[in-house]
């Protein structure tokens, strides 16, 4: 189905720690299937602590008049920088079986507004943290792929600094209505403008461009029942567009209902140009049998009847 790395979320400040063991008893598998494997998420607090952050406060970020506890650590920071990226280097050790790496910021913004930093726009500063961490990883962990996260309070392509050789980007345009094709005036120009920019610095670099799209989730998007009416549209652009790949979360929440905007999504990765009624008949075919003619229709009435695809809080579900 052309999705080959199957990326297990370290994310936030939930326990999803603990149940990464039971996701390395999946080695074996995702090997077979020659799947690789890659953690992610927003796990900057993996190995930049709060109680780190107590017991070396200029570590921590600068904002508001005072060093805060809240945000991401203070990137100029020479102490803190080594001590994030020793924690990076050492979860690796533990972890060999990980080929693909996404080390994201804190979901929180607070970037560090510090003499040392305040000067520098924070997307050139995040880029030379990036750098640092793509250049020390490669040396310690030379068998694992490194991605550089654009997102939130991070999306805005760096003004001077560029990704170093074989640095991935991977951009996230969180709170995109997924009813309005990407390149209409529906989405935002920032996202847009975002996306072309860092399209452009790829192309430049020679590296491949990733964007991280809500398509396969439920979690804040409601219960889209049938596949988001743009999807083709979408894939069709962004592959004219020079686009490498998708990063695709998916989370549990609607995960019976949701099998045939999967079946979509992946049929649709493989071929972009699949007529999109024969898809569904066959779907409808091989999951109802005899029942796809009283099913389909009834998909397609909770699909007209639930048509709202704003990614955001306003439309948790």
Known sequence: NRMNVFQFALDHNFDCA????????AIPELRR???????????????????????HPDWGPFY??????????????????AHYIDGLKG???????VEYFAP??????????????????MPDRFMQLGQRIHRELAAAAPHVRVTHFAYGSHVEPPRVERPLPGMPITLCTWGRDLSQPFASEGTPAGFRQALSSWLAICREANVPMILHEKYARHLYTGHHTMPVPVM??????????????????????GRRTKGLNLYT????????????DELWDDYF?????PLAGHMRPLYESLARAADDFRYSFDNYS
Do not use: I
């Not at 299937?33 to 017991?55: I, P, S, W, Y």
């Not at 979860?91 to 079986?97: A, G, K, Q, S």
């Open 64 to 81: 508001g008049g005072r060093r805060q506890t809240r945000g991401q650590f203070c990137t100029r920071n020479e102490q803190a920088v």
């Open 265 to 276: 999504l992946t049929h649709l990765m493989w071929d972009a140009d699949v007529p999109l």
């Open 91 to 97: 979860w690796l050790r533990d972890n060999p079986e």
């Open 285 to 289: 075919a091989e999951e109802y049998g």
């Open 33 to 55: 299937r020659g799947t690789v494997l890659a953690m992610g998420g927003h796990n900057m607090h993996m190995f930049m602590t709060a109680e780190d952050l107590k017991q």
């Open 232 to 253: 083709q549209e979408d894939l069709q652009w962004f592959r004219s567009q020079g686009l490498s790949g998708f990063e695709l979360p998916m989370a549990y929440m």
């Open 18 to 25: 603990t149940h990464w063991p039971r996701v390395r008893e």
């Open 104 to 121: 994201w910021p804190n979901d929180t913004g607070g970037w560090c507004e510090c003499e040392l930093c305040r000067d520098t726009p």
